[in-house]
Structure formats: C-alpha cells, structure tokens
DNA sequence: CGGGCTGTTGAATACATTCAAGCCCCGTGG
DNA sequence: CCACGGGGCTTGAATGTATTCAACAGCCCG
C-alpha cells in the first residue's frame, strides 16, 4: 500500500522498475486483497494470508517447473521472466511479468504450475496465500468473484500474444511487443513512454522467435527513424504514432 | 448428454467435426451445467439457461467483435475461427474453437467480447446465458468454483501459444499446431491421430505467420518424409514421434 | 458440366539467420 | 581514480529459409 518512489532529482525520467514499487491499488491482487480483508498491512489476517512479502534478487527462481504452488504471486517491483524447456530442448520463454501482475494463476485449475519463474532483476513480490484463507461464506463469494475476474483479465490480455507472435515480420513483431510493455506499463502506474527494458536482447529475440541480432538491428533502424529513442537498455518510444502504424501494417 | 454418432461403415475412419457432437461429459461447461441442475436436458431449467442449442451454418458469424456477450458458448460440433481486424489493418486469426471448447470466457472481466467468432464448418453450440442464473448460495460458490476451473484450465492452454508461435522455422511451428490440434481433439473423446482439418491452409498461414505456400510446402515435406499422411484438409499423423521430435528440436 | 475457390508448384526476390569479429558499458580490483 | 576484464550488445558479410508473384491443378457446389 505504501510506495516509495526514491526520486533523485536527475535527470533521468524513465521507470526503473527496480527502483519503484507498484502502488497496492494499482497491483492486480489489489481486489482479493480487499475482499479479504487485507485494507490495513499491519493486521494479523494480513500476515496470515499475504504471508510474506518477498525480496527476490536478480537471477533467482521464484518458481520452479512441476513445483506444487498454492499462493498467487504478485509482482510489487522488478520483472521475471517466465520460460520452459521441455525434454531438454532449448529454452523458451513464454512470457515477462511486469510490476502490478500476477503469476500463478494457472495453477488454480489444480495441477502443478508448469514454468520457471526468474527474477530478471532485483525485485520484491507479494505472496496471497490460497489454503489459509478464512472467509465467511459472503466474503468468499465475493473472493472467488475477484478471482474470476483477475482470470477473466488475464485470458483477455493473453488473447494480443497471438497478434505480437503472429506478426509476418520482424519490424512488426518488435513494434507491437514495445506497446505491449508500455501498455502494460502505463497501466499499473509506471510512465509507459520512457522505461528501462528489463530483459536482455537475448531474451527478447527468443520470445518472439528472432535472432538477437535482429532485435539490435531492427531497435537501431527504429532509433535512426526517430521512432525510438534506445540506448543499451534504456527506452523511449518517441513516436507513438508511427509505432502503431509499423504494428498493424499488413505486408 | 445425446450424441449422433451417424457411422456411415465406410473406410473413412478420420474424426469430420461437423458429423459427430461432442458428448456433454466431455464438454467444458459440463462442470457448470451439473452445478446448475442441468443433468436432465429436458427439464425447465435447462431449457431456462441452456437457451438455444444453436446450429450455426458455416461462415456464419456466431459473435462480431465489441458486442456485449452474457452468455458462454460451448462448441458442440464443427469449429470457429476468432479473429480480430483492427483499424482496417489485415485480418489477424487469433485462435481457433474446436468441439468441447469454450469461448467467451474472456468477455467475464466485464467489458465486451473483442473478437469475431466465425463458423468453419456447419457447426453446433450451446449458449450457457449467465445472467438469467437462479441458483441457491450453496449451488452459486460451487458454479464459480466450476468457472474458475474453466478460466484456469483455459489459462494453462494459452501457455502453449508463446511456444507455438514462438517457434523459429516452419517446420517447428507446423509441427506443434498439428500436435496442438491432435491433442485438443482427443482430449474431448475424437481420436487425434486422424481428422479433419476444420480451416483452410490460408487460415492456418495467418495464425501461424506464415504464407500460404509455405504450409502447403511444408505439409508435403512432411508427406514425402511419412510423418504425416495429408490430403486436402485430411490428415493423418503416421509418425507421431517424429513429429514431437521436429516440434521440439532447436535450431 | 462448368465456374470459382482452395490449394499446389516453380522461379526470383527479400528477409532473417548465422558466424565471426569487435565494441561498449559496467562492475571489479588494483 | 584508473586499468582491466567480461558479458551484453552491435556490426558486417555470406548463407539459407520463407515470401512473393504468377500460373496451374483439383475439387466442390451449383
């Protein structure tokens, strides 16, 4: 619920998200969270149910494959990169999480939670305990009626990966993931037009089934158009407009 | 909870979706319509909730995008194609529904349904309408218990995009949609290892990024390799294993 | 039986990948 | 504070794969 914004005066305006938490109304457990009773951090239920709030540093698992999980996880600050490697086979990631979201959602339909889950930098999460909960038969309607919808969300938001996946070209591809994070951004209270990327070129490229290299060449023709404004990791999308024509532009 | 299994004793053993209903036991609202009483398909309630076993004729359009939805929609037989088209860009298939599946699940966070959903084949449905429900306290926590498995399970298969469409070659990605198709045919009660492909090569090419000549290239690779026995939208997966193994090794 | 749509095939082009080399940034240690 | 080292990133040239365009074949439906 607290947010502690850190503001050097630089400067530098991008979010870093290492270096700001989501604020609890814009974090997507913020309606169990109220529903269950959690509106004060101090209070005993509070400490029962979002057990811990977590310090994750970078590069460590949060979660790994096949793993039992019965808590909801929400990212408070940083990022994770969610990925597979099936049969030892390459690894693919299938996915980022951003300040504000939830990973864990898919283990409610009862089987193990299938994905690694790795901090891309250090970062700070909420654990929402599922099996501890108390809640009077009122209180769990409503509860199970907030999980349908952070579900319902997430199904929804899921349905753009086949737009960014499916896109013909690189150029493309590469534009709609740029709106992809800055919209995702944008809504949990981060600035979505300046941001640090938190994923490596590397992991980027696997994501959207390129060659890093690609990724460079592709982010270097952006800058030289005055589209992005990129500097190593550092993100500024300067024209909004053409960005979204490059995204839907069919070839 | 009836099926019209209409075996013709020919030679043709394939799964063709549009002569064979799925049975209710094997559908994905089948949690919700035993919640709701609805084992008795005869019954008032049924036909109260239940409203319409619709028959939709192919190239029908069953839902257009940014209309308001209260009902679920189960596939009963046939197949759908969800699309979407924004800003007069080019057509973008972003999935397909095939017996047993659900659509509409996404529309429960609230705001309208944001696709087109268009029959393939002549095809059946059930509408599950949400709003006229009447259930008791007890029977309404389990109903949201059901649909909450739903949108679970639902989650955890739309973790399988990213690894289909983030695939790098043709080859890889042909590969894993028909073991993505085979599996979800089987896992309502059709064998999987010989079907009817529901869309046309055109379809498959824009879901997958992909030109249409390239499928059609790429299906008769795999032919002259005896992974596959395709012919028109007939197929046959000859060799599964060399199949998962194509759809799994990195390049 | 004919027409139109869907799918196939071939040749030329465009695009992304690969491999290899080098750069730059950042953190470490002197 | 600067030198050093390493990983992430960039850049270039050659290769390979998928696309494009165009023509044709096949099939289904009327």
Redesign the interface.
């Given at each position: 619920m607290q947010t502690q914004p850190e503001h050097r005066p630089e400067k530098q305006t991008e979010t870093r998200l290492r270096e700001r938490a989501v604020e609890c109304c814009s974090c997507g457990l913020f309606g169990l969270c109220k529903v269950a009773g959690l509106d004060e951090p101090q209070s005993d239920t509070f400490d029962q149910i979002v057990s811990t709030r977590e310090e994750v540093p970078s590069g460590a698992r949060l979660l790994t494959p096949r793993r039992r999980l019965d808590t909801l996880i929400a990212v408070r600050s940083g990022a994770f990169k969610l990925s597979?490697r099936?049969?030892g086979?390459?690894e693919?990631?299938?996915?980022f999480a951003l300040p504000g979201e939830l990973i864990g959602?898919?283990?409610?339909?009862?089987?193990a939670y299938?994905?690694s889950v790795e901090a891309l930098e250090a970062s700070s999460v909420c654990r929402f305990n599922l099996t501890s909960m108390q809640l009077s038969?009122q209180h769990?309607?409503e509860f199970?009626?907030q999980?349908?919808?952070a579900?319902?969300?997430?199904?929804?938001a899921?349905?753009n990966?086949?737009?960014l996946?499916?896109?013909?070209n690189a150029e493309q591809r590469l534009a709609l993931f740029l709106l992809d994070i800055s919209s995702r951004l944008s809504e949990h209270g981060f600035p979505g037009q300046r941001f640090r990327l938190p994923m490596s070129r590397q992991s980027i490229a696997?994501?959207?089934?390129l060659a890093m290299e690609t990724v460079s060449r592709v982010f270097k023709r952006f800058h030289a158009r005055g589209i992005i404004d990129v500097r190593a990791r550092h993100i500024a999308l300067a024209d909004l407009e053409q960005l979204r024509t490059i995204a839907?532009?069919?070839m």
């Open positions: 597979t099936p049969d086979t390459q693919q990631i299938v996915g959602l898919e283990a409610l339909s009862g089987s299938p994905f038969q769990m309607a199970q009626q999980l349908i919808l579900l319902a969300r997430q199904a929804r899921a349905q990966i086949p737009m996946l499916g896109a013909k696997n994501y959207l089934g839907s532009t069919a």
